[in-house]
């Protein structure tokens, strides 16, 4: 490769940053010329400056591949048929299902071997412009570039990456390519091997009467202005130079790599992902153990005190041979035994109902009560709606509160009441 395409040597971090902000331009030679033809590349900013450029071998620009955020195959025009057909009104998948149909009698050989790209529809009778390429061809160039460690590839037809005017045509003039583009979606390559006045011919002849822009090698502009002044001069002659290519790459969206599927996503690094992986495994061991000893050691406390209240239970009532639930039994016993010495518990009907009495008593007037229900420790009453005043109801809920128990409405005309101590037996 040559020096100029050497990637930079310099490593500081502002540096490797703006690498990875780049594009990374490389414009393939045609594949006739064999694997010892050199690629030309420009490593571009986002900015748009040029930030380096060369040539050399493909495999040999694998540091810059890897520094720039993405790399563009600019595919030689000879290598990249644009075909014209006339399609039906197709959602994505299905124009892409009906293409290989719709390109069969334009194209040599079996076209499930080459990549059809459809560029959208230009025309309102649906005439759209096709890429095919060799599919073998194309899925070895982009592994051949992710392996590089490119982050992400693309390749657009090179015919496509001159810059367009409309209503002129532009070419571009190689050692063994002539490149021509006459449209947004249309373009040509021809493998040929001239002198600078049959090359000019031969392009002046396809662009046919329209305004030609034609740009050649530098080392042979001279040649070519004094070729097209004597012959044509309306044909405007310039220097092949990246900037024509970048600007005219920018033109087009017609991204050959997504119609190779999975062959031209890259492949997931798991090297890359090996320490965070293994660090992520390390913290989940950590948090799960810390939640296993977390559970015993409560586990061992709820033990503990079960054991306490067991033998506590016991010490209080040796005679009870079936211990189920220590603190239920406990408290029941608790209620027997008050029951039994004449104390009355707040949950018992007659403490409620002599409780409901006494603050009834103390009313203005009497209460007409239609009737009264004891169920699960509270005491229902069913009032005549004469008697549901909201003023008798404030006043029972305040005498019935200094007495424990709390007095509610649930529904119109009836009132509950219930132990507000907590203690059941």
């Not at 200094?402 to 119109?412: D, G, I, K, M």
């Amino acid at each position: 490769m040559a020096a100029s395409s050497r990637p930079w040597c310099g490593c500081g971090k502002t540096r490797r940053k703006r690498d990875r902000l780049s594009t990374l331009y490389i414009r393939l030679p045609a594949r006739a010329d064999g694997e010892a033809a050199l690629s030309r590349f420009a490593l571009v900013a986002d900015s748009g400056a040029i930030e380096q450029q060369g040539e050399g071998a493909l495999r040999g620009f694998a540091d810059l591949a890897a520094a720039s955020r993405r790399v563009l195959l600019l595919i030689a025009a000879v290598d990249v048929t644009m075909l014209h057909v006339k399609a039906p009104p197709l959602s994505g998948p299905r124009l892409k299902a009906a293409l290989p149909s719709l390109v069969e009698e334009q194209v040599l050989g079996d076209p499930s071997e080459a990549v059809l790209t459809a560029a959208p529809a230009q025309s309102p009778d649906g005439l759209r412009s096709v890429a095919v390429v060799q599919r073998t061809y194309l899925e070895s160039l982009v592994r051949t570039v992710l392996a590089m460690g490119a982050r992400s590839v693309g390749a657009l037809p090179a015919q496509l990456c001159l810059p367009l005017q409309p209503g002129h045509v532009s070419g571009a003039v190689e050692p063994s390519v002539l490149t021509l583009r006459d449209g947004l979606y249309h373009g040509m390559g021809l493998a040929v091997a001239s002198t600078p006045d049959t090359a000019l011919q031969m392009v002046r002849a396809l662009a046919g009467d329209a305004p030609l822009t034609l740009y050649v090698p530098a080392a042979d502009l001279g040649q070519f202005q004094a070729l097209a002044a004597e012959a044509d001069p309306a044909t405007t002659i310039e220097a092949d130079d990246w900037t024509h290519w970048i600007a005219g790459s920018r033109s087009t969206n017609l991204d050959l790599v997504p119609a190779l599927g999975a062959a031209g996503a890259r492949a997931t690094d798991w090297q890359r992902w090996r320490w965070p992986l293994r660090l992520a495994l390390l913290a989940l061991v950590v948090n799960l153990a810390g939640l296993n000893i977390e559970w015993l050691r409560l586990k061992r406390e709820a033990d503990a005190t079960r054991a306490a209240m067991l033998q506590t239970y016991k010490a209080t009532y040796p005679k009870d041979t079936v211990i189920q639930d220590p603190l239920v039994q406990m408290k029941m016993n608790i209620a027997r035994a008050r029951a039994a010495s004449g104390q009355l518990s707040p949950d018992e009907f007659t403490y409620q109902a002599a409780a409901f009495g006494e603050a009834a008593r103390s009313l203005p007037r009497p209460l007409s009560i239609a009737s009264l229900e004891y169920r699960e420790r509270s005491l229902s009453i069913k009032v005549k709606p004469e008697s549901a005043d909201p003023g008798v109801a404030g006043q029972l809920k305040s005498a019935l509160a200094a007495r424990n128990l709390a007095f509610s409405e649930p529904a119109p005309a009836t009132w509950l009441i219930r132990n507000t101590t907590g203690a059941k037996p």
